[in-house]
Structure formats: structure tokens, C-alpha cells
């Protein structure tokens, strides 16, 4: 069963419900959800805007077995891990 998830529905410039926004290492992560003209789906993105050596984004009710996730991300900054 194939189920989509987006941000569009969540109040702008507030933490999604429903995630485990946190980090490994340093730092101090800022996850919001955002407006973003070029989102796949519009109007609102999943946004880190801190700084953090390993920022995480975890959906805390998902349980997966023999199955994948797909993740469609843009990285507009940072120079020493810009992954997803």
C-alpha cells in the first residue's frame, strides 16, 4: 500500500505534528514548515534552518517492512555534508 505524504496542510512556520525533529552531534537544528514556490506538491515544505552537524527528520508512526521511502529534498546551502 502506497501512501504520499506532504507538508501541505501544516500551519506555516510551526514543527510538523506527527516528527521527531532532532540531530546528532552539534548544534541546534530549526525544522518549520515553509512555503516554497517550487515544492513538489504546493504550497509548503519541510525546512532546516539551524545549524547542526547531523540534523534528523524521523515520522514517528511509520513502520516499514519490505517496502522503501522516497524523499525529494533541495539543499540550498551548507559545504560539509549536504545530504538528504
Known amino acids: 500500500m502506497a501512501e504520499s505524504l506532504n507538508f ?3 500551519p506555516a512556520e510551526t514543527a510538523p505534528a506527527g516528527w521527531i525533529l532532532t540531530m546528532t552531534g552539534k548544534g541546534e537544528p530549526k525544522w518549520t514548515v ?12 519541510l525546512k ?18 519490505n517496502g ?9 546551502s551548507g559545504s560539509e555534508d549536504r545530504a538528504a
Do not use: C, H, M, Y
Open 8 to 10: 501541505d496542510d501544516a
Open 68 to 76: 522503501f521511502v522516497e524523499v525529494k529534498f533541495k539543499a540550498v
Open 48 to 65: 532546516q534552518s539551524g545549524r547542526a552537524t547531523f540534523p534528523l527528520a524521523i515520522k514517528s508512526d511509520t513502520n516499514i517492512r
Open 34 to 45: 515553509e512555503a516554497e514556490p517550487t515544492a513538489p506538491s504546493k504550497p509548503n515544505v
